[in-house]
Structures are given as structure tokens and as C-alpha cells.
């Protein structure tokens, strides 16, 4: 058996106390981002390598080499290698391998700010944690049978596993994805977004430092042609997606031809209802939480912001200001609050639906525009000023889409029942929140938000330990928490006769 040295846990700040990266448009992204087989692969590019940004400076960072069909193939077969070894682990054997020490990380690829990528390189290091030490309970359930007959149930993982990630959360999503995977006894290819290759391989890297066997997770660079390849291929058992809707519905449909089970974390339109009774102070805080990390590009962003009426303007009033407040710029500065959209086209996007959004009416109370930072590297990034949109209503585009951006619509309400309706009047359904005083009245609404992940009197708290996923079309499966073991494992059910055999012939 290898022996995996355990290693104190660094602090969060020893991890991550000194940046190596004064400010941005100072990092080369040189080394290949393929990895298989336990090591980064260069490969001989099949067409054209797109440029890959940093968000920050508008800066070429890298080239992706998008994986083709060959390196699909040997991905997979790698991963299948490494299943085969690592299946037949005990899930204890298994968790001892994954404790790992998280170095400190840059995300220079994605453009948020570092005191957001450190928490969600923390999000990564607690899932990997957390499933190693979930490992050793996986268990079969022992069933008693008449005559002393009895049968057994064995948790068995799945085999090789595709993981295909979104651009917003490149580093947590990989582990998201396979933390659990990996500790239920399966492999896994991970398809990073191609917008952001950079992250994914070091997490690689520290799987196979950590000792695990090579080719257990594997990382191929490509966009919907290398995704769709790891959806058809034979060997893949599963397929877990993050990502917009449109495309979830495309992979549900390649995984069905081979009838592959699927997780899909998919985009959400998500409301936030404050009451007249909250705590004011907190339910703002709340709503700047619900938009604006990672530059509006959250999922489970609470975009709709429903306000009862009495308490309307004060609570404006002071999301405004709080808004006008946050410190943009360099993403790589402790004190920058929000830095870079993650691209020029999608920045022009968000742009457009505030623009929309002023002619079917809402009121711009602050936002919304292009931002230049005074650092005349940064003058080529992608950045704008959080908004808030007031007087919105049901019908109007940014109420009703998601934009993905620092965006918040603020709408008005006057009953529970009223609001519950409007709230719940979205085909999708990640999440929701609700603020009050009264303990009664959260668990009622709570009861009837037709979302996967609810909040009381706080947003976009997403501790491992907790079942994370969509209602409606925000997606099918969930991660994180207990429950994702089942999407990663198989039931076997093993009959044990003691007695004779009943022929009925
Ligand atoms: N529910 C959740 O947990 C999360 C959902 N999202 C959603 O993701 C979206 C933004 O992310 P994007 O990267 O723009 O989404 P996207 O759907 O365009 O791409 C996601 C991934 O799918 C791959 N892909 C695209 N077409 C494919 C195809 N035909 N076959 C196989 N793979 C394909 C892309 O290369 C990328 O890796 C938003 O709508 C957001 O709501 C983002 C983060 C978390």
C-alpha cells in the first residue's frame, strides 16, 4: 500500500499570506494544461489554439490546445486503468490518500478578486476533506430473510466519470466534481471551461502528490467538441455538468444514447423576499451577497430582490450606498472587492441588459456602466459597476433572464401570498431566500419557494455538508453533502441462501 504522509492543515492565512503576484498582467501561463496519466501532456494542436484571456487586463494569458479524439481516448483508458486499482480499495484506504495540503492560488484566469478565490480554493480543500472522510462510511445494508436466508447491499462506484465545468468557479466546480467521485471509488475526466483552463490541472496535481494512482483524475482542455467527445464515449459511466441550461439539455441527451445517469447544476433566476419585519442591516447585506460576488456570476444569485413596500426606500436607500461603496480593480489586491467580468463579449451582454432594462422602464439607481481603472495595465479588463435596477416589474427582460452579471432588480410587494406567487413564476429553480423576524413565517414561505437550495436571513451560503442543486430546469442531482454519494455509486443487492433450494421443477 502507498503510505500518504500526513501533513498539518496550513491555516488560511499561512496558505495563502503572501501573494506571489503584486499586481495583475505579470503571469505567464506556460506549462501544458492536458493532464492524464498523472502528469501535464502536451499536445499537437488539431486546429487554430484560441487565445485565452485574463479578464483582468484584457492580456493574453495562454493558448488552448483543445483535446481531439486521441487524447479523449487515452484519457479515458487512463482513467479506466485507475479504476481498476482504485475500485477495489476500501473507502477508509481511499480517504487516507486524499488529505492534501491546497498551495496557495492565484486565479488570474477567472478575474475575481483573491479574497473570493482563497474562499473558494478553502470550498475546495473542505469538499476534498469532506469526502475523504465520508469515504470510510460508505456502507451496504444487511436485509434478514425467513429461514435464515438474508441478502447484503454493496455500494459500488460507477467507473469512469465526466466532469464538465462552467467559467465562473473553475477551481471549486473541479472539486466539487470530484472529490466525491473520486472518494465513492471512481475515476474521473474533467472538461474545464475553455474560457478558463488554468485551475482545474492543479487540482490535478495535487491528487497525484496526495498519491493518488495516476490517471485518476485526468483534465483534457476543449470546448463543446471535447465535451461532446467524453459524453460518447463508451467507457464514461456518468457525466456531471455545470453549466447554462441550453447545454445541460444537450448532454442530458448525449448521455441518454448511452443511458448514463447525469447530474446538471444549470443557471438560475433566484428571489430574494424581504419582509417589513427584518432586520434591515442584515437584509442588506444579504442582497449585496445575493449579486454581486464573483461579479454577479453566480448561479444561485438571489437577482430578483422582492421588498415590501413600507420598508422600500429605506432599504434602497441603503443598498445604494453600499453598492456605490465596493472597491473595484485589480483582482489581485486584498482590497479590491470586484474585479474583471470574465470576457469582453460577456461584459457587452450585461451591459446590454442594463440598457434593456432602462427602456422597458426600470430605474437606474446606480451602475451599470464600464469601468476604467486608473492603472493603466488594467485599462484593457473587462470591468463594470455593480447596479441596482429600481421600479422593476414581472415582465420586464432582466427580471425574467438571467444575466449573470452585477446586476440587482429590485421589485415591490405588498402580501405574502403575493409574493410567494411571483417568486416561485420562473421555469428555473436554484435557489431563494428570505429575511424576517418572524420564525414562523420563514419556515411557511420556505415551505412553499419552489427552489433546491433556500435561504433564512442570509444568502449564497454553500457549506459542504449541505445538499447543493436546482428545482425545475435549474438542474437534476445534487452535489455536495451525503446524498451525492448515491449519484456516484450503483446499488448492488446480493440474495444469500442458507437453506436448500425450493425447486419448483
Ligand atoms: N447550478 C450551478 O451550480 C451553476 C450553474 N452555472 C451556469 O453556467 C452558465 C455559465 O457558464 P458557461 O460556461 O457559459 O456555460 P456553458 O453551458 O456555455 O458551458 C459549460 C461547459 O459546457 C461545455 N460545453 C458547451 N457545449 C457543449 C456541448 N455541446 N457538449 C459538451 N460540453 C459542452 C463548455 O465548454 C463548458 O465547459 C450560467 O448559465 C450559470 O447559471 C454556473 C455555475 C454554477
Redesign the pocket.
Given at each position: 500500500m502507498l503510505a500518504f504522509a500526513m501533513r498539518s492543515r496550513p491555516t488560511a492565512a499561512k496558505v495563502y499570506g503572501g501573494l506571489r503576484y503584486a499586481s495583475s498582467g505579470s503571469v505567464d501561463v506556460q506549462a501544458p494544461l492536458n493532464f492524464w496519466g498523472g502528469a501535464r501532456r502536451k499536445i499537437q494542436p488539431h486546429s487554430d489554439s484560441d487565445p485565452v484571456y485574463e479578464p483582468s487586463t484584457g492580456r493574453v494569458l495562454c493558448r488552448l490546445d483543445a483535446a481531439g479524439a486521441p487524447e479523449v481516448e487515452q484519457a479515458v483508458q487512463d482513467a479506466q486503468s485507475a479504476f481498476a486499482v482504485w475500485s477495489k480499495m476500501s473507502g477508509m484506504e481511499r480517504s487516507r490518500r486524499r488529505r492534501e495540503e491546497i498551495a496557495e492560488m492565484e486565479v488570474v484566469n477567472n478575474g475575481k478578486s483573491i479574497t473570493e478565490a482563497r474562499l473558494d480554493v478553502d470550498s475546495a480543500r473542505l469538499c476534498v476533506e469532506y469526502y475523504a472522510g465520508l469515504a470510510g462510511t460508505l456502507a451496504g445494508q444487511h436485509i434478514q430473510l425467513a429461514g435464515g436466508s438474508f441478502a447484503y447491499t454493496r455500494r459500488e462506484p460507477l467507473g469512469v466519470c465526466v466532469g464538465?465545468?462552467?467559467?465562473?468557479?473553475p477551481f471549486q466546480?473541479a472539486a466539487?466534481k470530484s472529490a466525491p467521485a473520486l472518494a465513492c471509488g471512481n475515476s474521473m475526466v474533467f472538461?474545464?471551461?475553455?474560457?478558463t483552463p488554468v485551475t482545474a490541472v492543479l487540482l490535478a496535481e495535487v491528487y497525484t502528490q496526495a498519491g493518488a494512482p495516476p490517471g485518476l483524475l485526468n483534465v483534457l482542455q476543449?470546448?463543446?467538441?471535447?465535451?461532446?467527445l467524453?459524453?460518447h464515449h463508451p467507457q464514461v459511466a456518468k457525466v456531471s455538468?455545470?453549466?447554462?441550461?441550453?447545454?445541460?439539455k444537450?448532454?442530458m441527451e448525449?448521455a441518454s444514447k448511452g443511458l448514463k445517469p447525469v447530474t446538471?447544476?444549470?443557471?438560475?433566476k433566484s428571489p430574494l423576499l424581504v419582509f417589513e419585519d427584518s432586520e434591515l442591516d442584515n437584509a442588506v447585506k444579504g442582497a449585496l451577497m445575493a449579486n454581486f460576488l464573483s461579479q454577479g456570476?453566480?448561479?444561485?444569485n438571489g437577482t430578483r430582490v422582492f421588498v415590501q413596500r413600507r420598508i422600500l426606500p429605506e432599504f434602497l436607500k441603503e443598498v445604494v450606498k453600499r453598492t456605490r461603496a465596493i472597491q473595484i480593480g485589480d483582482p489581485l489586491h486584498g482590497d479590491t472587492r470586484m474585479g474583471a467580468l470574465?470576457s469582453q463579449p460577456?461584459l457587452n451582454k450585461v451591459l446590454g441588459f442594463v440598457e434593456q432594462a432602462k427602456q422597458e422602464g426600470a430605474v437606474l439607481l446606480c451602475g451599470g456602466e464600464r469601468f476604467t481603472p486608473s492603472d493603466p495595465k488594467l485599462q484593457g479588463g473587462y470591468y463594470m459597476t455593480p447596479c441596482v435596477l429600481g421600479d422593476c416589474t414581472d415582465d420586464m427582460t432582466c427580471v425574467r433572464e438571467?444575466i449573470?452579471g452585477p446586476v440587482m432588480s429590485v421589485l415591490s410587494f405588498d402580501t405574502e401570498e403575493e409574493v410567494l406567487r411571483r417568486a416561485n413564476d420562473s421555469p428555473l429553480g436554484?435557489a431563494a431566500g428570505v429575511f424576517t423576524r418572524d420564525v414562523k413565517r420563514a419556515h411557511r414561505v420556505v415551505e412553499q419557494l419552489k427552489a433546491g437550495s433556500c435561504f433564512i436571513n442570509n444568502y449564497n451560503i454553500t457549506p459542504v455538508e449541505v445538499p447543493?442543486?436546482?428545482f425545475k430546469m435549474?438542474?437534476i442531482g445534487r452535489?455536495n453533502g451525503q446524498v451525492t454519494v448515491e449519484h456516484y455509486t450503483q446499488l448492488k443487492s446480493v440474495y444469500v441462501e442458507m437453506g436448500d433450494v425450493d425447486s419448483l421443477f
Open positions: 464538465i465545468g462552467a467559467w465562473n468557479y466546480i466539487w472538461k474545464p471551461s475553455p474560457l476543449g470546448g463543446q467538441e471535447t465535451g461532446s467524453l459524453c455538468f455545470t453549466g447554462s441550461v441550453p447545454t445541460g444537450k448532454i448525449m446538471l447544476e444549470l443557471g438560475g456570476q453566480v448561479c444561485s470574465v460577456h438571467e449573470f436554484l447543493f442543486g436546482g435549474s438542474g452535489e
